[in-house]
Nanobody, 124 residues
Framework: QVQLVESGGGLVQAGGSLRLSCAFSGGTFSRYMMGWFRQSLGKEREFVAAITWSGGSVYYADSVKGRFTISRDNAKNTVYLQMNSLKPEDTAVYYC?????????????????WGQGTQVTVSS
């Protein structure tokens, strides 16, 4: 059974940076596209970023483009989200997710495995 475990969340001031990690186990990492989603209080879970199995293609929500970078290390079965120039509106629980290769990257329904989430809080 595939398991995803996020780490790296925390409290940071506006303008600061955080790096989230997501460790994948229980399956073949390279068979999955990996994504990051986030959910803030009272809002639906939204797409943040995704990366294909080879890392050859990456996708971002407009709200994070130019500030966040998704990457993966297939040798370590880990996906990362580097978050720079953080804003208070980036405050949310961030979830790592895995989708079979070929699925539409921004659709929550494409992702079959989810982590438990890690809290990111950006103070103004």
């Amino acid at each position: 059974q595939v398991q995803l475990v996020e780490s790296g969340g925390g409290l940071v001031q506006a303008g600061g940076s955080l790096r989230l990690s997501c460790a994948f186990s229980g399956g073949t990492f390279s068979r999955y596209m990996m994504g990051w989603f986030r959910q803030s209080l009272g809002k639906e879970r939204e797409f943040v970023a995704a990366i294909t199995w080879s890392g050859g293609s990456v996708y971002y929500a407009d709200s994070v483009k130019g500030r966040f970078t998704i990457s993966r290390d297939n040798a370590k079965n880990t996906v990362y989200l580097q978050m720079n120039s953080l804003k208070p509106e980036d405050t949310a629980v961030y979830y790592c997710a895995a989708a079979p290769n070929g699925k539409w990257y921004s659709s929550r329904d494409a992702y079959v495995y989810w982590g438990q989430g890690t809290q990111v809080t950006v103070s103004s």
